[in-house]
């Protein structure tokens, strides 16, 4: 059966970079299993689904070492392009990623990676959906099958418009470009589709899902967090129609995604985020049998890594952010406070005194030959070494504040109200906590408590764009932390409004494309 699941893999693995971008529209390979072996049964296609989850967490060593599925999303396109991340690393390559500087080459191997990414889970789900109602099976397990692999097509077409798409109060309703809308097992020319109408086959996708997930009335198995089930559907709805501007789909969905996965506790916030607890709702497999070792997302970013590209190069919160979390708030306690110990203002670098606090208080969640600096995240935690952890999607926080963001358009700020108590106060994070904002002081505080609690965990960029403001970095002059080659301010019109240009590749093979592709 193991072997079934990476043959299955290999559909979407089978090409090389070196050709056209039909690259992930080569579903079946000479020295593959094809697809009447696939879809025979639905146990069979269940596997697929479990091929598309390790696609997730594939290193894709035909771009660069670090390019590893969703952990490069999170840490290149979502941390460090954002406001609030800073990475201790003074190198003028680390700058251009973060300041979006590859977003306008059509070559850039950063500008093809989401794109190729996402079409290979694309057109793996595609396959899936088209063959599953042949399959040997119960009603139920094709039913639950289809859903899952509609939840992951809605969630891909999702992240390429956040990336490749205007934000929506850009759009003039919709009606600018998207992404190519491909539903099918085709290789042929395609246009590219309007962001409404990507957005309305995202919705549809979703009803689609809901309706599979309920009629099959089979549950995830447990211990697979890293499978789609109803409440991912939800979530991911809740995301897009977020993102659409589509308030009230918005809060119906994050109310209805977190139910049955209460908030974690104050323990469990403080273990790494590196396996899923009650508050997951989908989550990026990984395990220490199929280490990328040093290129693996934690490798990356986990404080206690033994990776040279975090022991000397770790992230930090921004100084300007870690000085807005309140003194009674868990969340602070998850970074390093200099309080009044040295540290080299323009580096970040910590003196004598504030390393060997960090090294007294904080020695379990740091290497031992870690580099220590002033604001350096403790909040992500690699569970094997170098870099093996589990990845979360989507959580129940943030389905708290796509509601409460949602209800201050809907002049539902009394909702609001009590969903940020609710996160901050009762769930223990702070529990002096208390909110009686209005107007837009209300929703100013949503975003900075989607700040605070999503730090680091690859939506920062997303979050900005969406809502249309400035990302602005001070340096240490201008009293903030960011390096001088981070340092500055983004505006919201910036590089084609942050919209990623349609890669070079997709357009050579493409033909359709042109005359839309802006």
């Given at each position: 059966?193991?072997?079934?699941?990476?043959?299955?893999?290999?559909?979407?693995?089978?090409?090389?970079?070196?050709?056209?971008?039909?690259?992930?529209?080569?579903?079946?390979?000479?020295?593959?299993?094809?697809?009447?072996?696939?879809?025979?049964?639905?146990?069979?296609?269940?596997?697929?689904?479990?091929?598309?989850?390790?696609?997730?967490?594939?290193?894709?060593?035909?771009?660069?070492?670090?390019?590893?599925?969703?952990?490069?999303?999170?840490?290149?396109?979502?941390?460090?392009?954002?406001?609030?991340?800073?990475?201790?690393?003074?190198?003028?390559?680390?700058?251009?990623?973060?300041?979006?500087?590859?977003?306008?080459?059509?070559?850039?191997?950063?500008?093809?990676?989401?794109?190729?990414?996402?079409?290979?889970?694309?057109?793996?789900?595609?396959?899936?959906?088209?063959?599953?109602?042949?399959?040997?099976?119960?009603?139920?397990?094709?039913?639950?099958?289809?859903?899952?692999?509609?939840?992951?097509?809605?969630?891909?077409?999702?992240?390429?418009?956040?990336?490749?798409?205007?934000?929506?109060?850009?759009?003039?309703?919709?009606?600018?470009?998207?992404?190519?809308?491909?539903?099918?097992?085709?290789?042929?020319?395609?246009?590219?589709?309007?962001?409404?109408?990507?957005?309305?086959?995202?919705?549809?996708?979703?009803?689609?899902?809901?309706?599979?997930?309920?009629?099959?009335?089979?549950?995830?198995?447990?211990?697979?967090?890293?499978?789609?089930?109803?409440?991912?559907?939800?979530a991911?709805?809740?995301?897009?129609?977020?993102?659409?501007?589509?308030?009230?789909?918005?809060?119906?969905?994050?109310?209805?995604?977190?139910?049955?996965y209460?908030?974690?506790?104050?323990?469990?916030?403080?273990?790494?985020f590196n396996?899923?607890n009650?508050?997951?709702?989908?989550?990026?497999?990984?395990?220490?049998?199929?280490?990328?070792?040093?290129?693996?997302?934690?490798?990356?970013?986990?404080?206690?890594?033994?990776?040279s590209t975090?022991?000397?190069?770790?992230?930090?919160?921004?100084?300007?952010?870690?000085?807005?979390?309140?003194?009674?708030?868990?969340?602070?306690?998850?970074?390093?406070?200099?309080?009044?110990?040295?540290?080299?203002?323009?580096?970040s670098?910590?003196?004598?005194?504030?390393?060997?606090?960090?090294?007294?208080e904080?020695?379990?969640?740091l290497?031992e030959?870690?580099?220590?600096?002033?604001?350096?995240?403790?909040?992500?935690?690699?569970?094997?070494?170098?870099?093996?952890?589990?990845?979360?999607?989507?959580?129940?926080?943030?389905?708290?504040l796509?509601?409460?963001?949602?209800?201050?358009?809907?002049?539902?700020?009394?909702?609001?109200?009590?969903?940020?108590?609710?996160?901050?106060?009762?769930?223990?994070?702070?529990?002096?906590?208390?909110?009686?904002?209005?107007?837009?002081?209300?929703?100013?505080?949503?975003?900075l408590?989607?700040?605070?609690?999503?730090?680091?965990?690859?939506?920062?960029?997303?979050?900005?764009?969406?809502?249309?403001?400035p990302?602005?970095?001070?340096?240490?002059?201008?009293?903030?932390?960011?390096?001088?080659?981070f340092?500055?301010?983004?505006a919201?019109?910036?590089?084609?409004?942050?919209?990623?240009?349609?890669?070079?590749?997709?357009?050579?093979?493409?033909?359709?494309?042109?005359?839309?592709?802006?």
């Amino acid at each position: 059966m193991k072997k079934l699941i990476y043959s299955v893999v290999a559909l979407c693995l089978g090409a090389s970079l070196a050709s056209c971008s039909s690259d992930y529209l080569d579903l079946y390979p000479d020295n593959s299993t094809g697809p009447n072996v696939i879809f025979a049964t639905t146990e069979n296609a269940q596997l697929a689904v479990n091929g598309m989850t390790r696609l997730m967490s594939q290193q894709y060593q035909g771009f660069n070492q670090w390019f590893n599925g969703e952990g490069t999303i999170k840490t290149l396109y979502g941390n460090f392009t954002g406001n609030d991340y800073h990475r201790l690393y003074n190198n003028s390559g680390m700058a251009a990623i973060a300041n979006g500087s590859n977003s306008q080459n059509s070559s850039s191997i950063y500008d093809y990676y989401p794109w190729f990414y996402y079409y290979q889970l694309i057109s793996n789900a595609n396959s899936i959906i088209m063959h599953i109602d042949e399959a040997q099976g119960t009603e139920q397990d094709r039913a639950f099958v289809k859903a899952e692999a509609l939840t992951f097509r809605a969630y891909s077409y999702s992240q390429l418009l956040q990336i490749y798409g205007k934000r929506w109060m850009d759009s003039n309703n919709g009606a600018t470009r998207g992404v190519v809308l491909r539903l099918d097992e085709s290789k042929g020319n395609m246009p590219l589709s309007t962001l409404a109408d990507c957005y309305t086959q995202i919705y549809k996708d979703l009803d689609e899902a809901v309706r599979l997930f309920t009629l099959s009335g089979k549950k995830r198995p447990s211990g697979n967090n890293h499978l789609p089930n109803l409440n991912a559907a939800y979530a991911v709805y809740a995301r897009a129609a977020i993102n659409r501007e589509d308030w009230a789909t918005a809060a119906k969905y994050a109310a209805l995604a977190r139910q049955g996965y209460p908030l974690m506790t104050n323990d469990e916030y403080k273990e790494g985020f590196n396996t899923p607890n009650s508050e997951w709702i989908w989550s990026v497999y990984s395990s220490e049998q199929e280490s990328l070792y040093f290129y693996q997302y934690f490798a990356y970013e986990g404080s206690n890594s033994s990776s040279s590209t975090w022991s000397k190069r770790p992230a930090a919160i921004s100084k300007e952010l870690y000085d807005r979390i309140p003194s009674t708030d868990l969340r602070r306690d998850l970074f390093l406070d200099p309080k009044t110990d040295d540290y080299n203002a323009a580096s970040s670098a910590a003196g004598a005194e504030l390393t060997s606090r960090a090294r007294n208080e904080y020695g379990d969640r740091l290497y031992e030959k870690s580099s220590i600096f002033a604001f350096m995240q403790l909040k992500q935690m690699t569970k094997v070494q170098p870099g093996v952890g589990e990845m979360n999607l989507f959580r129940s926080a943030e389905m708290y504040l796509i509601e409460a963001e949602a209800d201050c358009h809907l002049n539902k700020e009394a909702d609001a109200r009590r969903l940020l108590i609710e996160l901050n106060n009762a769930s223990g994070r702070n529990p002096e906590y208390t909110c009686d904002k209005s107007g837009d002081e209300l929703l100013e505080e949503v975003r900075l408590y989607t700040r605070i609690e999503l730090w680091g965990e690859g939506r920062d960029w997303f979050n900005y764009k969406r809502w249309g403001l400035p990302i602005v970095r001070h340096s240490s002059a201008q009293g903030g932390s960011f390096l001088q080659v981070f340092a500055g301010t983004i505006a919201p019109d910036a590089n084609n409004g942050w919209t990623w240009v349609v890669p070079s590749k997709e357009i050579d093979y493409n033909s359709d494309v042109l005359g839309n592709e802006k």
